[in-house]
Each structure stands twice: as C-alpha cells, then as structure tokens.
C-alpha cells in the first residue's frame, strides 16, 4: 500500500532544511540557542526524575532512611517547576522567533514578486500567492520549530533515559532500544504519502481561494448565467481534496502513533515481566526495577514525537519548496544594475522591426516599424487581437523584444534603466484598474506626494471633476474593490485623471475613451488633446472621433503596420484603413471627416 520514500527524497528534505536554516534561522541562532538551552533542561530534569525514583522507592520501604524522605520530595518538585519553567521560556522564545520568521519570508516572497515581468503573474492565479504568503510561510516557521524542539527535548531525553535504563539494567535496555530501528523502517515509508497528501492539500487550498476570489470577483456574472451550481460544485471539488489529503495526512500521524504505542507495548510488557522475574525470583532491589521502567515510560513520549519528525518535516518541507519557488524564479524585471537611465529630450519612440511572441512560435509582433513624433498624438487603430495592447506594452517593458528595437530618442529601452523608463511614461490601460480606498487615494497614486490642488486639477482635465463633486463624500467617496462602485466611465476617467498627475512626457492610452458617452468622450478628448503639446501621446482607438484628430494614424494588423498617414491621407488612398472604417460608419462620413 504505500511506497519506498527514494533515498534522494531524504536528502533532499535535509538539504532543503540547510537552507532554510540558512536563509531564515541563521538570523535567530543565538535564539535557538537559547530555546535548545532550556529544551535541554527539560530533557535533565525528565532523566532526574526517572533516576531519583530509585532511591525514592528503596527509602520508603527502608523505614530508617524516612528523614531524607522529605528532602527527596522537595526535590522533586522543585524539578517539575524547572522542568515547567524551561519549557515556558523555550515556548516563548521559539514561538517569537517562528513569528519573526514568518513575517520575513512573507516579505521575501512579496518583494520578489513585485519584481517579476508581467508574465510570470500572466501565467498564474493571484490566490496561487495568498496561498504561498500564508500557508506555506508557516511551514518554514514549523520546520524550524520541529528542528530545534525534537533535537534538543526530545533526542536528549531520549539519550538521558537510555542512560539511566542502561545503567539499572543493561540487558533489558538493549532489548527495549532493539526496538527503534523497526520504528524507522515503518516510518520511512509512510513519509512519501504525507508528503504527496500535503502538496495535494495546499493546491486544494489554493483552488479554494480562487473560487472564492472569482465568486465575489464575478458575482454579477455568476447570478446573470445561473452558475451558482456550478461555483458550488467547484467549492465542494476543492473543500472535498483538501477534506481529504488532510484525513490522509493525519492518517499518516496516526499510523506513526499506531506503530509507536505497539512497540512500546511490547517493550515495556517485555520489562515488566522480566522485572518482576529478577524482584520476586531473583530478590533484585524494587528501587532499580522501577527506575527502569519509569525511564521507559518516559521515554515514550519523546520517542513517539521523535517517530513522527520526519513525517512532519516533511509537510512542513512542502512549504518551505513552494517559498522556494518563488524566491527562486529568475528575475526579468529587477531595476537594472548600471544601467543609464533614460534621457528623454524630445520623446520620439521608434519600433524597428520589433518581433515579440507570448507563446514560442506564435508572433504577435512580425515586424513592426513606426515612429511616433514629440508634440504629436499617433494612434493606433485596426482589428481585435493585431497587436495594439502589445506594442504599448513593449515600449514599457512590459515583455522583451525578441527581435529589432524599441527605442526613445534614440536609446534602446531594453538598455536603460528600468525605473527610470516607467517614471517617464504615464499609461492608462484597456482594462482600468483601481486600488482599494477612496477616489483621492487612485488619483494620487499617478504620483505619490501630489498636493490637493494638483489631484483637483488633473481630475478636472479628466472631466471627472463633476460626477466626483457630485458623490455625498466627494472625493473621499471609495471605489470598491476593483473599482466596482463606480461606472465603467468613471473608472476610465479616473484612470485618465491619474495619468495626467503623473505629468510624464509619454502618455500611453489604451482605448482611453472606450466606456465613455460621445459627450464625456469629446470633452475628456479636448483634455487630451491639450496634453499633446510638450509630450508624446500614443493612443489606441477605436472611435473615429480619437482616431481623426491624431496627428499620424498605424493601421496595426497581424502583428504589422499596414499603413500609415492622417486620416486625410488614409482616406484618399483608399486602403486597409479605409475598407475597416467604411464598415463601421459608411465612406461618406469618413470622407466628411477628412
Ligand atoms: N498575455 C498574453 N498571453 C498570450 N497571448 C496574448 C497575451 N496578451 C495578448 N495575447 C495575444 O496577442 C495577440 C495581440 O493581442 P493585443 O492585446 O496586443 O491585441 P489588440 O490589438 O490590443 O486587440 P484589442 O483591439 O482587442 O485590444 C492576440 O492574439 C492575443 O490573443
Ligand atoms: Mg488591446
């Protein structure tokens, strides 16, 4: 029923725990230290007691011995409040330590996140993440924990009682300790299903996450389509693996007890018999007798806690690889070391033959040449899915070129420092995005430290000033999570005013006006067209009314630029631009545009 643990997996455990050790305990070694310290007080005092119960026993039926009775019972419990008070003073000290340890390895995996390219979160779920920063951070800390409290109790009071055992009656010790290495063998091989279960367990946890994430996410959805079976089905194929990997795992430790208690059965029906023998037939002392047998009913709780170690480290170790998983990923978009920041003079960008695929062999970009002038709005127009989002998220860096050049007065944005690339860009995407608070709080995250006045201000030039003003809380007024309080258009707008706090000489606007009446969409393009003097604007359009005031039109299609020209220009020459156009709204009203 359960299969071999592979040697390699053991060692892979151990090594995984050196460098957990490390990366995260080095820090707190004097605190382990510490914690061991009294952990190995716990263990002498546990031997103490096994050892003093010979005399204890021979005094009471030696009646001249009584007057050092009391001695002995004063010093018995003064033991047990050591005993108790160095497992106080190590829980403390084990339990801050474990803390501390959780709060770096949250913060390690958060700064290692924030700076990962866009793909590496495009290809996972966000509550893949919750899951990594919250479960598997206090698998590190329990790992450690388990270390520090099985090496120093448990192994010590095992060594201490194997002592004294050895030393009342060597025979029967060697007996009772023949019974470990069967132990060992049993638990070697429950160890591989602990830890299949305990990886089972944390991937159910995370679907968990994600469909309760979706479910508040896309509660609208849910109700319009009737998937609340549905959800309800995918909630309870999570909760039913996570069910179960737990019973598994829990299983596992139950086996481990299962086994532990048989053999110490065993061992210690096996010592008493014996014993008895020696007392009754032999007249050995009763004091030895039962200061061996009380050393090995000692010793079975920490031989128990022991027997379960690896099991546990191993759960614990499933944590500390997916903490690992992240820490270890390579880093694409960590602010360039040396790299000169960019210089932007006029703001002229230029693509060059810019190739780029998401997926291997699937270009999306297949060449593309443009050039968009300071001073000047471009726009990019054409079919769904030829490119548009792509290009603008190339000139940020967003993903790296695979071929030809992206550049900003001439200096190659993969060669500049990284930081200093995005400071220079304010960019409103295709799908806004707000943060948790208020209004104020989103409009003034385009730059930190802005005064009222200018988040006033560029909420006005976003023609958002009005439907704010006209919130009980005004500006003060929160938005929900991902903005759901609000509009699709006065999320666009805020997501405009941001963009012009930010003051950038590149402005990069994805379908800026998408979600937005003609009146709002007239007014917030005058905005823009105000912001054009003094900086770049690149924008992505698909409404005529954005597209015929820029200054030079791409037609982006199939990863090219088709063509290019005002709208005049375009109009005339009666190409791609043309026939896409004269689709949507006739030739005659192209031509009256022109
Ligand atoms: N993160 C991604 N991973 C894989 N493929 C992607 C990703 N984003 C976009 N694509 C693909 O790249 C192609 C171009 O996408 P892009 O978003 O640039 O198009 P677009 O011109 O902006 O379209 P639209 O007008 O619909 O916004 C599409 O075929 C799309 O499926
Ligand atoms: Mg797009």
New binding site residues.
């Given amino acids: 029923m359960l299969d071999r643990t592979p040697p390699e997996d053991q060692i892979g455990a151990f090594r995984m725990l050196g460098r957990l050790i490390r990366d995260f305990g080095r820090d707190h070694i004097r605190g382990y230290l510490l914690s061991a310290l009294l952990l190995a007080l716990v263990a002498l005092s546990v031997t103490a007691v096994a050892a003093m119960l010979k005399p204890v026993l021979n005094g009471m039926v030696a009646a001249e011995k009584f007057g050092q009775m009391r001695a002995m019972a004063f010093e018995v419990v003064a033991l047990f409040v050591l005993r108790g008070a160095a497992t106080f003073g190590s829980m403390l000290t084990l339990s801050r330590i474990g803390n501390r340890i959780v709060a770096t390895a949250q913060r390690r995996v958060f700064d290692r996140l924030l700076n990962q390219n866009?793909?590496f979160f495009?290809d996972r779920h966000s509550s893949e993440f919750v899951a990594r920063l919250v479960i598997a951070a206090n698998g590190v800390r329990d790992s450690l924990q388990l270390v520090v409290q099985s090496g120093a109790r448990d192994l010590l009071s095992i060594v201490g009682l194997a002592a004294v055992m050895i030393y009342q009656d060597p025979l029967v010790a060697a007996g009772a300790i023949c019974a470990l290495p069967i132990l060992v063998f049993f638990i070697r091989r429950i160890i591989t299903k602990v830890k299949r279960f305990a990886k089972r367990s944390f991937q159910g946890s995370t679907q968990i996450m994600q469909t309760m994430s979706e479910t508040v996410l896309g509660a609208r959805i849910i109700k319009a389509f009737n998937l609340e079976a549905e959800m309800r089905e995918r909630m309870a194929r999570s909760v039913r693996t996570v069910e179960g990997s737990a019973n598994r795992i829990a299983a596992g430790n139950g086996l481990t007890a299962l086994l532990a208690d048989t053999l110490a059965g065993l061992a210690i029906g096996f010592a008493v018999y014996y014993g008895s023998w020696r007392v009754s037939v032999q007249h050995a002392d009763v004091g030895s007798f039962v200061s061996f047998l009380g050393a090995l009913l000692l010793a079975y709780e920490p031989a128990k806690r022991l027997s379960a170690f690896s099991v546990n480290l191993q759960n614990g170790m499933v944590g500390a690889r997916l903490i690992y998983e992240v820490l270890d990923a390579p880093l694409d978009d960590a602010p360039s070391m040396g790299a000169p920041p960019l210089q932007v003079t006029e703001g002229r960008i230029t693509l060059e033959r810019a190739r780029f695929a998401?997926?291997q062999g699937?270009d999306?970009l297949d060449g593309v040449d443009l050039v968009a002038e300071p001073n000047q709005t471009t726009a990019l127009v054409?079919?769904?899915?030829?490119?548009?989002?792509?290009?603008l998220?190339v000139i940020q860096r967003f993903f790296v070129l695979s071929g030809g050049r992206a550049t900003i007065d001439s200096q190659d944005v993969a060669a500049v420092d990284l930081a200093s690339l995005r400071a220079r860009i304010a960019f409103v995407s295709?799908d806004v995005f707000l943060f948790r608070g208020t209004i104020r709080d989103n409009i003034a995250l385009g730059r930190i430290g802005a005064s009222e006045d200018e988040i006033v201000e560029a909420a006005r030039r976003a023609n958002a000033h009005d439907f704010i003003m006209s919130f009980a809380e005004g500006y003060d007024a929160s938005v929900g999570e991902q903005g759901t309080q609000l509009s699709g258009g006065q999320r666009q707008r805020i997501a405009i005013a941001r963009a012009i706090l930010k003051n950038a000489p590149i402005l990069l606007l994805?379908?800026p006006t998408a979600a937005l009446d003609s009146e709002s969409e007239r007014e917030v393009q005058t905005a823009l067209d105000a912001l054009r003097m003094g900086r770049t604007t690149m924008v992505?359009a698909?409404r005529l009314q954005t597209i015929v005031g820029a200054d030079r039109i791409y037609v982006?299609e199939k990863?090219r630029a088709i063509e290019s020209g005002s709208h005049k220009e375009l109009v005339a020459r009666e190409g791609a631009y043309c026939s896409f156009f004269a689709a949507q709204f006739g030739l005659g009203a192209l031509r009256s545009l022109a």
């Avoid at 769904?384 to 989002?389: A, E, F």
Wanted: aromatic share 4%; no cysteine; proline share 4%.
């Fill in positions: 866009l793909m495009q998401y997926r699937e999306v054409g079919p769904s899915g030829g490119g548009k989002s792509t290009i998220g295709q994805d379908e992505v698909h982006i990863g």
